[in-house]
């Protein structure tokens, strides 16, 4: 870096700096100059690289207050991009980092509440962040790092439905049916089946899990008793990480609250999508907060339609950002509220 800047320095005047042909050696002075411009150079693009987004703590808190109705939702999203997300998508144009990669965000704190992949002006003629990146999210960085590494490419996984019906999630049996329909090698525990100890059997045995019930994040003070509500009880997040599943790869969590960050540990997502990928999961899909159980079939419909599209060809869990954001796509399509489906995030690899 430093013998290009050395090769041709541009000054503030506009004019260029060469250094002298080789073997020849420039007076002492001009050689100074050179190598203040050039350090001044460096500095400037160190402070370039290096900008930093500043928010207010207090400001954060207020928008989490506000994810309710529309309106106010759009508010919020307008606020990030402001705020946070546009400056960051600058830098990326700046690198040159192509529109729709993937990239990865590591929050904190009153963060973990807000949905950062959704940020966006949501005006006219504009693009929103869904429009130019697939985002998705990782607790921390060392945990995405061990969900890309050692990969081992075994057979075409095997896809366990868990499902849980009761008064408020009544369109359970639908979402299971939908999910059969388009996976030949699901299979599927439901109703009263759905007990703690076949369903961590079945966590052991298969790659893939989607779990259809309502999800607990559990009290201030036992984070970890974050749970799934099942037939005869619930099947808290300590239980899985203790069953050490051997072959986790792919979770789709149609859960209440599955991803929410603790409000008693802010400074930590520790939730019920973060924690199945700390205990071997590479890619996990969550809810920020309640979704809609209307919703649960038509998300599933089209997420696994997208992870299935080739009978050719063995489906990877990898594709599951991108699964996501094709569903998402096709519910803004459809004209779902933005509060109905800006909720689902994507975890992981």
């Not at 144009?93 to 807000?114: F, K, M, Q, Y």
């Not at 090698?185 to 019930?213: M, N, Y």
């Not at 009290?219 to 997040?237: G, K, M, T, V, Y």
């Amino acid at each position: 870096m430093r013998g290009t800047c050395l090769e041709r320095c541009i000054h503030a005047n506009g004019h260029e700096h060469h250094a002298p042909p080789a073997g020849a050696r420039a007076p002492k002075t001009q050689r100074r100059e050179g190598q203040r411009e050039d350090q001044r150079m460096i500095e400037e693009r160190e402070r370039r690289d290096n900008r930093s987004v500043t928010v207010q703590l207090t400001e954060l808190q207020e928008q989490t207050t506000k994810l309710g109705t529309s309106r106010e939702i759009i508010g919020v999203l307008r606020f990030l991009w402001d705020k946070i997300v546009h400056p960051i998508i600058s830098q990326l144009d700046n690198a040159g980092v192509p529109h729709r990669s993937r990239i990865w965000w590591c929050l904190t704190s009153e963060l973990c509440s807000l949905p950062l992949h959704a940020a966006g002006p949501y005006r006219g003629g504009e693009r929103n962040l869904p429009d130019l990146y697939t985002s998705s999210y990782t607790p921390t960085l060392s945990a995405l790092i061990r969900a890309r590494s050692n990969i081992i490419r075994r057979k075409a996984p095997t896809l366990l439905v868990v499902g849980h019906p009761d008064d408020a999630l009544q369109h359970v049996g639908e979402e299971v049916k939908i999910i059969q329909q388009l996976s030949d090698s699901a299979k599927v525990i439901i109703g009263k089946e759905a007990t703690r100890d076949a369903v961590l059997q079945g966590l052991r045995e298969h790659p893939w899990v989607h779990f259809a019930c309502h999800g607990n994040l559990g009290d201030d003070l036992q984070p970890f008793q974050a749970s799934f509500q099942l037939h005869d009880r619930r099947l808290p997040l300590l239980d899985i990480i203790r069953a050490r599943l051997p072959n986790a790869e792919l979770a789709f969590l149609s859960a209440c609250f599955s991803a929410a960050g603790d409000v008693f540990t802010p400074d930590e997502t520790i939730h019920l999508a973060a924690a199945l990928q700390f205990c071997g999961f590479r890619s996990v899909v969550g809810t920020l907060w309640e979704m809609n159980d209307e919703d649960g079939p038509f998300i599933s419909k089209e997420f696994y339609k997208y992870m299935f599209r080739d009978s050719g060809k063995r489906p990877d869990f990898k594709d599951s950002a991108e699964g996501l954001s094709y569903a998402i796509r096709e519910m803004r399509k459809d004209q779902v509220p933005v509060e109905r489906w800006v909720m689902f995030v994507h975890i992981g690899a």
